[in-house]
């Protein structure tokens, strides 16, 4: 069984974390691994769990839920269940070049950045996921 192996965004989990109200929260098939959060294998490349950052008194609140590794056109993305409608997903972030284990230049899509609202732009560097048996 695989399962991905993923740190999303290191500087922002630090963030949160360092927040006097911040929380950083996995859950559903995700769990806490050194490096960031292990997402159980659902189907193929596709991985299930959820981690959750929240802060601010409330006004920070994002879910990072179900991440799939998935060919586009000639490329790769990582796409996410939609926090807005449970029922869609978006292509969270591009990835440059994967093996099939590897993924390595790992960025934000526009959609991804404006889940922060406003602290990242399309093209932002984030942590390369990893399939890992």
Avoid at 26 to 50: C, P, Q, V
Avoid at 74 to 93: H, K, N, V, Y
Wanted: hydrophobic share 40%.
């Amino acid at each position: 069984m695989t399962a991905l192996d993923w740190g999303i965004k290191a500087s922002l989990l630090g963030y949160v974390r360092r927040m006097a109200d911040g929380s950083v929260e996995a859950g559903g098939g995700a769990a806490r691994t050194g490096t960031g959060f292990r997402f159980e294998s659902a189907d193929g490349l596709a991985f299930r769990g959820a981690v959750t950052l929240t802060g601010h008194g409330g006004m920070l609140r994002v879910t990072i839920a179900d991440p799939a590794i998935v060919q586009v056109g000639g490329g790769w993305a990582l796409e996410i269940t939609d926090p807005d409608d449970p029922s869609s997903r978006f292509p969270f972030a591009t990835i440059a070049a994967f093996d099939g284990r590897r993924a390595s230049g790992t960025a934000l899509t526009q959609d991804g950045a404006d889940l922060f609202f406003g602290p990242y732009e399309r093209g932002t560097a984030i942590d390369d996921p990893v399939v890992v048996d």
